[in-house]
T-cell receptor
């Protein structure tokens, strides 16, 4: 049973380009969370999705960022017109029930560098 | 707002020595508490969690943590450090109250170094 799969592992984008980060949750998991980790910081919650629904996007910037978790396929975190401040590690986690009460399994992250 | 404070961004111990990583949280209701470990360029792995019941929780790799409500603490300990314990450790509390029903709120992390 594969764990949470994120790709790419490393992504380099020039300022103004778009970044698309993919997350395939563990089999049987319908809850997906995206977190961002800035250097020397802990993980900050961005968005919580269930299949086809955004449950909580309170941690996601209102501009340029969007997330989806379609019925088929991976969850996508999309960052438009990237800026240097978007450089960070983005982690996806999944769980079978809400992660507040159980273990959330994390992927290895996508490290985004904006040049 | 709920928060987690990890005292000490860097902790260094000698191999075989006691490991103590501190975590305090703020909450007005009983929290669910977690410790995760992150090795370089890896994702996070759950060490242990407290939800209800016994306040002393045992996890993987010989780690344990004790929930102390009166001190709002959930410190992580291990009696004898191994070189392989060198990593970054994150304390987290559930956002099960006053916020999202699903997400976790993380502390800033503590980097543990183990000296030979």
């Amino acid at each position: 049973n594969a764990g949470v799969m994120q790709n790419p592992r490393h992504l380099v984008r020039r300022r103004g380009q778009e970044a698309r980060l993919r997350c395939s949750p563990m089999k049987g998991h319908s809850h997906v969370y995206w977190y961002r980790q800035l250097p020397e910081e802990g993980l900050k919650f961005m968005v919580y999705l269930q299949k086809e629904n955004i449950i909580d996007e309170s941690g996601m910037p209102k501009e340029r960022f969007s997330a989806e978790f379609p019925k088929e396929g991976p969850s996508i975190l999309r960052i438009q017109q990237v800026v240097r401040g978007d450089s960070a590690a983005y982690f996806c986690a999944s769980s079978a029930i809400p992660a507040a009460t159980t273990e959330a399994f994390f992927g290895q992250g996508t490290r985004l560098t904006v040049v | 707002a709920q928060s987690v404070t990890q005292l000490g961004s860097h902790v260094s111990v000698s191999e075989g020595a006691l490991v103590l990583l501190r975590c305090n949280y703020s909450s007005s209701v009983p929290p669910y508490l977690f410790w995760y470990v992150q090795y370089p360029n890896q994702g996070l792995q759950l060490l242990l969690k407290y939800t209800t019941g016994a306040t002393l929780v045992k996890g993987i790799n010989g780690f344990e943590a004790e929930f102390k409500k009166s001190e709002t603490s959930f410190h992580l300990t291990k009696p004898s450090a191994h070189m392989s314990d060198a990593a970054e450790y994150f304390c987290a509390v559930s956002g099960n109250y006053g916020g999202s029903q699903g997400n976790l709120i993380f502390g800033k992390g503590t980097k543990l170094s183990v000296k030979p």
